[in-house]
Nanobody, 124 residues
């Protein structure tokens, strides 16, 4: 099992940057593929970015390509989401997730562990 705790959310103006962190505890970090998802008010939770269990492959949703970067630090058991050039439409609760089943996945249902989420608000 793994426990996930997100941090780093906040209020930022359009064009600004934030870095989200997801600290993992429990089973060895390298056993999991990791992802970031987000959920805006009144909308479904959607995929943002992920990397494979080995960490050598990444996938991004089209709307964040070139602006967001997912990374991880195995020594710190932490996953990051660097968000640049933020837009008001990026406003959402951001969730970190882990899967023990899939090598890599963009599907919400593939992930069996979730953090509590961190709020990101981008003002225009």
């Amino acid at each position: 099992q793994v426990q996930l705790v997100e941090s780093g959310g906040g209020l930022v103006q359009a064009g600004g940057s934030l870095r989200l962190s997801c600290a993992a505890s429990g089973d060895p970090f390298s056993n999991y593929a990791m992802g970031w998802f987000r959920q805006a008010p009144g909308k479904e939770r959607e995929f943002v970015a992920c990397f494979s269990r080995s960490g050598d492959s990444t996938i991004y949703t089209d709307s964040v390509k070139g602006r967001f970067t997912i990374s991880r630090d195995n020594a710190k058991n932490t996953v990051y989401l660097e968000m640049n050039s933020l837009k008001p439409e990026d406003t959402a609760i951001y969730y970190c997730a882990a899967t023990t089943v899939y090598y890599i996945s963009i599907k919400r249902e593939a992930y069996n562990y979730w953090g509590q989420g961190t709020q990101v608000t981008v003002s225009s």
